[in-house]
């Protein structure tokens, strides 16, 4: 079994990233800045209808806009459209105002048909169905283990919780999108994604070619938290538009675009009841949980778009009974989010947790330690408590001075992080000391290509600036998609594969007995005008899953105006072995922002009246800024004997549940709906009046 | 968008006729730019009004100081005697938007900006105020929408300018058929409270040319709360301002912002502030007498306990 270096001098340090002097000089192409020669701009139209039988769609007139180059029906003959920005037809054009003009002259007969868009609307009797020939809110079944009746009986606290969680948009710095052009030697995609295996076969079924016709490249890409696996209605139809117009078509979304049809998290609304023994040792778990997927069922584009949650999360409860429920409507489905199904879980148990702990007089940090399954998780709620001053900042709830209150909150979370084996790399060793290592994978922003340079510096004895990294490219051997946090355990081990099997080969093919270091050049230069390709896969023993992690949060709520600000997030994170420190605290900085977006900010509204999206847009779809951002502390542990582990996802599961957790610290009152907005904190305080005016 | 003509007009009588009754003024063209991409006007021609000689000055005065409508709202937020002299103006001004914003952002475009509710500015909803039967916000997602109003629309003014000159009886100076024409800021306002299409009291062609402080009030002071701690709008803001000697007020004005569409004020509440000591059971009986009438609808009642708690603070800040 192979093994890391005990001794580091990269691995577990920290590398600036290799790409940043191209990222923040602007020379570094993302896929919204491609711009292939004779390229056209692509644009969409979407459904203005909720729901809508589509008798035809009229592209004449598009057609006859000056600068039009081609205009296409999503689909032939009639059809059914289910939500609200469902696309509908594509033009390509010169520039993107004769696209927006060819939209407009884009005749579309419609049939409006009834439609509902908000979750307990749907689960009426007479909403109108979403789906024809099958209920709106499919029936789960209740799972249950243990005795739960009897146990609730046995239990010296119970407590009763409604938890609820929005539908949470994608939205990544770049939208989604692509250029692709597409002649008779085949598709040439670059695309804006997380995946470029997955949108090369997604190009190839859907337009009916081969594979190996197919290439997709992604140098840069601006973000994609599993929404970017698939080509997307938008790259096949810029791939179809390409072959109509006999260009390349650029077709990036907009931002309204983005918040209609690119995925989203599923709402939750859980029923909780838990209850515990005089000791707090949990006994008896009732969840109860409906959301919505929108008009999917479950997964699109990637999977992980499922209403259903892990109950009790990450508690062991002898009793247990759980049921999902997932409510279809009239809005744009679900895809995989960040941590798919975990953010909304930890925020109901984590937040019944605390709520049984006021219950049972308990320390919430004690309760957790007496609970919690998990060693490592003890571990780091004794570690975090310590550097947080829980013991000094922990008070009763309710309990602090002035109209201004401060809490404090704690939620811990699992995910797998886990490599996989499909991973293949190599390396190309040139006789003049050059080295250039490919792997087939995309960089989704975390750092990929520094994470490569580090890893094989280390094994080469070379500095990270001498490795020459080429990934994004499905000409490259195949990498994995970026999702799951599996790309650091999926790249590191295969490119300690590719190196210590080239670094072998060298050794043997020059006879130079240790070709490290300052012997790199000299062995390089015995490879005479040939350079040296060796290939390399993921190796078992050099990474494994299961990451868990704890956060605490401090929070000062404003009980005349409802504001909540965020002080302090405390972040203590198991990693197995870290690869790169400062790229690592990056993306532990970004779970935590996009956490607090959750608690306080983000939440797709939708009309009951209408059926639109109200808030497809930054004003009003709100988004962490840097004044709403906290002091954030990170303690990693760096446990090399684990192998690598990706935490890009439990880094942003606990975080929402820790502030709702200070937040009912600090109130002695919970808000138990995310967003916490003003409106919320007062109406849970008892200070809104109800309604007087008529709605007349 | 649709096409449009674009030219430059050097003084103030050109501009007028060059706009016609189909045209546009176009300053910063924050708000009008995104009215043009969604569709919601369509100007013939847009006038460019920002090479205008003399609009864009601050002029200080011993009575009544002149803020013309070219200035930007970052002048008006760095203007380091605006913060001694109408501290409330400085932070007006410091709250609108991003620092981005703020440096094109104009006196008169901010005044002049169109509803910002969500179905006004939706791309495929025809609300009341585009013209339609329903005021959607009404009947279904009010948070952001008016406690008050004189007509069936809902969509409250949300100026942050207009709430701190409110406050400081400033008067709004503005050319109509080749007039001078003063009016105060409510007056502003006043044809939004009345009709459900209008967002102001201007007149196509109208051009508001500078506004007018008097400098008496000598303590003022604004607030807003957000659902984010910057680059957002407000849920309500409040503004005040008075005279204050030995502990006593004069002259207060109060005027909310967020809340109704126009300026919210209650001459009453005025009227019992002067004279009175500026302490706690004060402000809370001008709190009482500010809100009273407020008609909460399904989702923004949280409004009225936070228009309270600013009108209180607000005040009360004025101790200085």
Redo the contacts between chains.
């Keep these: 079994m192979p093994s890391w270096p005990a001794e580091t001098k990269y691995i577990s340090h920290s590398t600036l990233r290799v790409d940043a002097p191209a990222k923040v000089s602007g020379r570094a192409r993302y896929s919204s800045d491609i711009q292939a020669e004779g390229w056209l701009y692509g644009m969409i139209l979407r459904s203005k209808w909720p729901a809508a039988r589509i008798a035809k769609i009229n592209l004449e007139n598009a057609l006859q806009i000056p600068g039009i180059k081609a205009a296409l029906a999503v689909k032939e003959g009639e059809s059914i459209v289910r939500f609200y920005g469902e696309e509908l037809a594509a033009v390509a054009g010169t520039t993107k105002q004769a696209c927006l003009d060819a939209l407009r002259a884009i005749e579309v007969e419609a049939k409006a048909l009834p439609f509902v868009v908000k979750e307990n609307d749907a689960r009426a009797e007479d909403a109108p169905r979403v789906w024809p020939n099958s209920a709106n809110a499919g029936e789960g079944k209740p799972k249950e283990q243990g005795s739960v009746d009897q146990a609730f009986s046995e239990c010296a606290a119970v407590i009763e919780g409604f938890y609820t969680t929005p539908v949470q948009l994608h939205h990544p710095m770049e939208t989604h999108g692509c250029t692709v052009s597409w002649t008779d030697e085949g598709v040439t995609a670059w695309a804006s994604t997380q995946g470029i295996s997955s949108v090369r076969d997604g190009l190839a079924g859907g337009l009916q070619l081969e594979q190996s016709k197919v290439r997709v490249i992604t140098e840069y890409m601006g973000g994609g938290f599993g929404s970017k696996f698939g080509a997307g209605v938008e790259g096949l139809m810029a791939a179809r538009l390409s072959r109509a117009a006999k260009a390349p078509v650029r077709l990036m979304l907009t931002r309204f675009d983005q918040a209609l049809a690119v995925g989203n998290r599923p709402s939750s609304f859980q029923k909780i009841k838990l209850g515990a023994k005089a000791d707090g040792t949990l006994h008896a778990f009732e969840l109860d949980n409906y959301g919505t997927a929108g008009i999917g069922g479950g997964s699109s584009e990637g999977g992980g778009g499922d209403v259903a949650i892990p109950a009790p999360y990450i508690y062991k409860v002898p009793n247990t009974r759980v049921k999902h429920t997932s409510v279809a409507v009239n809005a744009g489905s679900a895809r995989a989010f960040r941590a798919p199904s975990n953010p909304p879980a930890s925020f109901g148990m984590e937040s019944a947790m605390d709520d049984l702990a006021v219950k049972l007089g308990m320390d919430p940090v004690e309760l957790r330690l007496k609970n919690d399954p998990s060693a490592v998780r003890r571990r780091e709620y004794d570690l975090g408590a310590e550097r947080f001053g829980w013991k000094q900042k922990y008070q009763k709830p309710g309990s602090s001075a002035g109209p201004v209150k401060i809490g404090v909150g704690c939620a811990g979370a699992t995910w797998w992080g886990g490599g996989t084996k499909r991973t293949q790399g190599e390396a190309e060793i040139h006789p003049d000391g050059g080295i250039e290592v490919r792997l087939g994978v995309q960089d989704l922003g975390t750092g990929t290509r520094t994470v490569i340079a580090v890893v094989a510096a280390e094994i080469l004895g070379l500095k990270p600036e001498q490795i020459t990294v080429k990934i994004g490219d499905t000409h490259y051997p195949p990498g994995p998609g970026s999702g799951g946090s599996t790309t650091c355990p999926s790249i590191s081990p295969t490119v300690f594969d590719v190196c210590t099997q080239a670094l072998q080969q060298l050794q043997a093919q020059t006879g130079v007995p240790d070709a490290r270091g300052d012997n790199w050049p000299a062995a390089c230069k015995k490879l005479g005008t040939s350079p040296l390709v060796v290939h390399g896969q993921w190796q078992e023993g050099l990474s494994s899953g299961g990451a868990g992690g704890v956060q605490f949060a401090e929070a000062a709520v404003d009980t005349e105006t409802g504001q909540v600000t965020v002080n302090r997030i405390l972040c203590v994170q198991d990693c197995g072995l870290i690869v790169n420190q400062i790229t690592l605290e990056s993306q532990v900085n970004g779970g935590i922002i996009m956490g607090l977006g959750y608690a306080l900010y983000e939440e797709r509204v939708m009309d009951h009246l209408s059926g639109v999206v109200l808030n497809p847009n930054f004003e009003t779809y709100k988004l962490p800024g840097m004044a709403d951002i906290p002091q954030i502390d990170i303690v990693l542990l760096n446990m090399p004997e684990r192998g690598v582990i990706g935490v890009g996802e439990p880094v942003t599961i606990p975080t929402a549940a820790a502030i709702g957790n200070a937040v009912a610290n600090a109130l002695g009152v919970r808000v138990s709906s995310l967003p916490i907005t003003p409106a919320k904190v007062l109406a849970a305080l008892g200070k809104v009046p109800p309604p007087t005016a008529k709605p007349a | 968008?649709n096409a449009f003509q674009y030219t430059t007009a050097l003084s103030t009588d050109s501009a007028r006729q060059l706009a016609a009754d189909n045209g546009a003024y176009l300053a910063g063209g924050n708000d009008l730019l995104g009215r043009l991409k969604e569709y919601l006007d369509s100007p013939k021609i847009l006038v460019n009004i920002k090479s205008i000689a003399g609009l864009d000055r601050i002029t200080a005065g011993s009575r009544v100081w002149t803020i013309g409508a070219l200035v930007t709202v970052a002048q008006i937020e760095t203007h380091p005697e605006i913060r001694a002299v109408f501290p409330g103006l400085h932070q007006a001004a410091a709250e609108v938007g991003s620092p981005q914003i703020r440096n094109v952002a104009t006196v008169g475009g901010n005044l002049a900006q169109h509803s910002?509710c969500?179905?006004y500015r939706?791309?495929?909803?025809v609300c009341l105020k585009k013209g339609g039967d329903?005021c959607?916000a009404?009947?279904?997602?009010n948070?952001y929408h008016c406690l008050f109003t004189g007509n069936t629309c809902i969509s409250p003014v949300v100026s942050n300018l207009s709430i701190a000159l409110t406050a400081l009886d400033a008067k709004v100076i503005l050319l109509r058929e080749g007039k001078e024409t003063r009016m105060t800021v409510p007056e502003l306002y006043q044809k939004a409270w009345d009709n459900p299409t209008a967002h102001n009291s201007l007149n196509p062609g109208d051009l508001i040319v500078k506004v007018e402080i008097p400098v008496g009030r000598t303590r003022s002071a604004f607030l807003q709360?957000s659902?984010?701690?910057?680059?957002?709008?407000a849920?309500v803001s409040c503004a005040a301002a008075a005279r204050v000697n030995g502990g006593k007020l004069s002259r207060a004005r109060v005027a909310l912002g967020c809340i109704s569409p126009m300026p919210h004020q209650s001459a009453a509440a005025n009227e019992f502030l002067e004279g009175k000591p500026l302490d706690e059971p004060t402000v809370a009986h001008a709190a009482d007498l500010i809100l009273q009438g407020?008609?909460?609808?399904?989702?923004?009642?949280?409004k009225?306990?936070?228009a309270r708690?600013?009108i209180r603070?607000a005040l009360l800040s004025l101790k200085g």
Excluded at chain 2, 138 to 141: A, I, N, P, V
Excluded at chain 2, 227 to 233: G, L, T, Y
């Design positions: 968008m910002r969500w179905y939706h791309r495929d909803t329903l959607y009404r009947h279904s997602e948070r709360v659902d984010k701690h910057a680059f957002d709008w849920l407020a008609q909460p609808l399904a989702f923004n009642g949280y009225v306990p936070l708690t600013l603070r």
